[in-house]
Nanobody
Framework: QVQLVESGGGLVQAGGSLTLSCAAS????????MGWYRQAPGKQREWVAT???????NYADSVKGRFTISRDSPKKTMLLRMNNLKPEDTAVYYC????????????????WGQGTQVTVSS
């Protein structure tokens, strides 16, 4: 089995900061690109940031300069440091990872966490 678990969400005032964590576990051979997505009420899920296995980040324009993505590949973890949060950042944040499992009994491809709520008050 392969599992992604997010943590670190919560309620924060506008201008504040939060750090989200994602931990992968299970029968994992390799994790390629990892990323964060978010879904606000009534809206489609949108891409926030990704980081390659080599540590190269990429950001949506809406978060560029405010959010920082990082990963610890040996520990199979990923962080999203969110600064200068705005009310429009309010959403459920999902961790995503492209995973190659140790066994062919598990599928290769994208896995998702269950999500963590981030609420930014004005």
């Amino acid at each position: 089995q392969v599992q992604l678990v997010e943590s670190g969400g919560g309620l924060v005032q506008a201008g504040g900061s939060l750090t989200l964590s994602c931990a992968a576990s299970g029968r994992i051979l390799r994790i390629n690109t990892m990323g964060w997505y978010r879904q606000a009420p009534g809206k489609q899920r949108e891409w926030v940031a990704t980081i390659t296995s080599g540590g190269v980040p990429n950001y949506a324009d809406s978060v560029k300069g405010r959010f920082t993505i990082s990963r610890d590949s040996p520990k199979k973890t990923m962080l999203l440091r969110m600064n200068n949060l705005k009310p429009e950042d309010t959403a459920v944040y999902y961790c995503n990872a492209n995973i190659i499992p140790e066994t062919a009994a598990l599928r290769t491809g994208a896995y998702w966490g269950q999500g963590t709520q981030v609420t930014v008050s004005s």
